[in-house]
Every structure is written in C-alpha cells, then in structure tokens.
C-alpha cells in the first residue's frame, strides 16, 4: 500500500529558487542541515522527509 503522504514526491525533488530578502532557514552543508540566515541569491530547495520543512543549498 503506498503512503499518501508522499503521493507528491515534486516536493520532494531540488528545485530552483531566489530570494531578494534574507530570511532564517535551513541550509544544507556536508555536516548536515544547519539553521542559518539566507542571504539574496539563488538555490536549489526541497521538502525534507525526516523534518517536514524546507531545506536550501546553493545553486
């Protein structure tokens, strides 16, 4: 039985996106997930599975 909450899996998936404003994230580093201030500029986000919020890595 497939579970519907990931019936979506696009979330899933990086996509693209730029900020104009900082903001207070989560940036994804080689030592994991970490919460940092995004500065302006483009990205590459996702829905995380274990987490359920957005995660950002540069572009």
Do not use: E, K
């Not at 998936?13 to 080689?30: K, N």
């Amino acid at each position: 039985m497939a579970n519907q909450q990931y019936a979506d899996q696009d979330a899933f998936d990086w996509q693209p996106c730029s900020f104009v404003l900082p903001r207070v994230g989560l940036i994804l580093s080689r030592h994991g997930p970490r919460t940092r201030v995004i500065m302006p500029g483009h990205y590459l986000v996702r829905r995380s599975r274990t987490l359920g919020q957005w995660i950002y890595r540069r572009a």
